[in-house]
């Protein structure tokens, strides 16, 4: 990952590590230290591309892989929390990768400590299936194509150029069958080609069994020829007909360059502090954020990032009840989208590419994975008006990735506001995954069967009804490790006589001793804020410093307990979890969630209910919402947003945002 510095004035006395382009020839000329001469200058940084050449002949030497093996995952191995918590700039650090590995059907943990070049640990995990990087499910593309059955099942649709059909694999999740068990099962699907672009028809009615271990089709699922919807999904510009009028200029300019400070990847802005990388299975990783209060560096957020997604389709017809993917568990390689400058983000921004490995080992840039730019907040910080009026505008900062999950496209941001607020913002864009049917719309759909777990968004075409949910991991430390979560639970209160009120409502603060006391749903009947705390730490009134978790627009899953796919999305079950810190537990969903049985990951590690007062504990906040399609759906989705903020409470002695210059 890396800074795309020409965006950058001054940037000679940065520190950075991979620069592309122009920036790239620069750097070179000015310094004589080629692309791969780079170093890691935080221990929670990304792999450097020399050291995934590391990893790799670190397990080639080894005499443990061979040419056929594939690696799902290599990731940075994160070192201990104390550790980093302890290192100062310019000490030695710990450097290791921690690697998944598949050798044929069989599963491997490896880690490789990167300084002494050396293979720590070879464990083989049983009873698992690793992720599914894109390469996999696009390598079962020809494979299928070349059975005579499945070109015999496309004959029978009128379907004779296979050049113009794409095939991509899913995993199919757990439903307890017999075919399931020992294989690393496939659903696949097929779509046919209309355009240069992203013009597809659905091969409804087609489902091919795919056995990816042993790279063969077990079986051919036909419900019967379903007729391709006709093209009319061209993305190019000329399919919206004439284009509106272009609006004045509204620029942000900069000529100073950015207000933020970069050391490697960490980052310098106003009084916030903060460290991040980018992570291929779970996105942006931000790290070690403090706030500067007087002459204090305070903590507030150890590490936060993305758990896990689970969208979960709501058709019942073969080809459609398996579809309830966990995007970011399942494959694990979706944050590798560049970003497109001017439009994904402002023209004020700063671009970070990617380093990452591909499921042969090898490594890779990807440029422009992530971006850092200024904006006006379109709040005001604070204002007052009497006599005079007293008015303060606010900036934010903000850190933006985007993934790209099949046909939808996730933007994260990591917004930092002037006044000590976090917002956490998830926006859904992309296309709808849909279905071709016979009825051309709904008006012609007289029995309802068509639409009936769907909407119509063009001819012959249903998009169809889904959920889109979203966990987070927050490790927090407020004012250092030890902290608590407090539900403060608002009660009404009824008033007797001689008051002429009859009813208020009162706060009333309860701090969660165990796990099992912080399982949380949002109520509106029985309104909570929750917080976490220091409870050795008070501010200048007496109160414990903390911050507060404050969602937004939310829903909960409406699959029954018993529905395999909502037991392997246990986490969904509550939207708010706290357990006690532990380096391992990092995935809200399990380590696997590729065939999972269900029950891993949140609803294991509570089972034990482990303290969690006055410790170092970890929220896991879920954003959930229902998804009915529509015709503004199409043929690309307006993006839709929704966040939660971190938001201090007594953590500061008054308004932080007072000192903003007028």
Not at 228 to 249: F, I, K, T, W
Not at 379 to 393: D, I, L, P
Not at 545 to 566: F, H, K
Request: aromatic share 12%; charged share 25%; hydrophobic share 35%.
């Amino acid at each position: 990952m890396a800074c795309d510095c020409h965006r950058l004035p001054n940037f000679w006395s940065r520190t950075l590590s991979v620069f592309t382009g122009a920036a790239a020839a620069a750097v070179m000329l000015a310094t004589g230290l080629p692309l791969h001469a780079q170093t890691p200058r935080h221990p929670l940084d990304g792999l450097t591309a020399s050291e995934h050449w590391v990893v790799y002949q670190v397990l080639r030497s080894s005499g443990k892989v061979d040419d056929k093996t594939r690696y799902p995952t290599i990731r940075l191995n994160e070192p201990p929390k104390e550790e980093v918590l302890a290192w100062k700039p310019g000490q030695p650090m710990r450097r290791e990768a921690f690697v998944v590995v598949m050798q044929g059907p069989r599963t491997f943990e490896a880690v490789v400590d990167v300084n002494a070049k050396k293979l720590l640990s070879w464990t083989e995990v049983k009873g698992v299936q690793p992720n599914s990087p894109e390469e996999e499910g696009e390598a079962i593309d020809e494979s299928v194509k070349d059975n005579k059955e499945v070109q015999a099942a496309f004959k029978k649709r009128g379907i004779t150029d296979l050049a113009t059909v794409f095939c991509f694999g899913y995993g199919t999740g757990y439903f307890a069958t017999p075919e399931e068990q020992g294989r690393r099962l496939f659903r696949v699907m097929c779509f046919q080609q209309y355009g240069p672009l992203e013009d597809w028809a659905p091969i409804e009615g087609l489902t091919i069994m795919w056995d990816g271990n042993e790279k063969k089709v077990l079986r051919i699922i036909d419900t019967g020829v379903v007729p391709l919807p006709q093209p009319q999904a061209n993305y190019d510009l000329a399919s919206v007909g004439p284009l509106r009028a272009v609006p004045s200029p509204l620029n942000l300019e900069q000529p100073m360059g950015p207000a933020f400070r970069l050391d490697g990847q960490s980052v310098s802005w106003e009084k916030w502090n903060f460290h991040f990388r980018i992570d291929r299975r779970v996105g942006l990783v931000v790290t070690n954020v403090a706030y500067q209060d007087g002459d204090r560096l305070r903590s507030i957020l150890y590490e936060g990032s993305l758990s896990e997604m689970f969208v979960p389709y709501m058709d019942p017809s073969e080809g459609w009840f398996a579809r309830s993917f966990f995007d970011a568990g399942e494959f694990a390689d979706g944050f590798s989208s560049s970003l497109e400058p001017n439009d994904d983000c402002p023209e004020n921004s700063v671009y970070f590419d990617q380093v990452f490995a591909d499921w042969k080992g090898k490594s890779h840039l990807k440029p422009r994975a992530a971006c850092l730019f200024e904006q006006p907040s379109g709040y005001m910080a604070w204002r007052h008006g009497e006599q005079t009026v007293q008015s303060r505008k606010m900036r934010d900062l903000v850190l933006r990735t985007i993934g790209v999950f099949g046909n939808y496209d996730y933007v994260f941001d990591w917004i930092f506001q002037q006044n000590g607020t976090i917002r956490v913002r998830v926006g859904a864009t992309g296309f709808d995954e849909t279905k071709a049917v016979k009825s051309r719309n709904a008006a012609e759909d007289s029995d309802g069967q068509d639409g009936l777990y769907g909407r119509f968004i063009a001819e012959n075409t249903v998009a169809v009804d889904h959920d889109h949910f979203f966990s987070f991991r927050l490790d927090f430390d407020v004012d250092g490790t030890a902290n608590s979560f407090v539900r403060d639970k608002l009660q009404m209160k009824r008033l007797p006589p001689p008051s002429l009120r009859k009813s208020l409502w009162i706060a009333e603060p309860e701090i969660a001793k165990t796990e099992e006391q912080a399982k949380l749903h949002m109520d509106m009947d029985h309104p909570e804020l929750w917080r976490v705390i220091n409870p050795s730490v008070k501010n200048s009134l007496g109160y414990p410093v903390g911050y507060e978790l404050m969602g937004g627009e939310n829903a909960m899953s409406l699959l029954v307990p018993e529905d395999y796919p909502q037991k392997r999305a246990g986490f969904t079950d509550y939207q708010l979890w706290v357990t006690p810190y532990r380096a391992n537990e990092r995935y809200a969903a399990g380590d696997y969630p590729m065939q999972s049985k269900g029950g891993d990951g949140l609803p294991a590690w509570t089972k034990a209910n482990r303290p969690i007062d006055n410790t170092d504990i970890v929220l896991w906040y879920t954003i959930g919402f229902h998804h009915v399609p529509h015709a503004e759906d199409w043929p690309i989705l307006p993006t839709m947003w929704h966040e939660f903020e971190l938001k201090p409470v007594n953590f500061f002695d008054r308004n932080p945002a007072l000192d903003l210059p007028n």
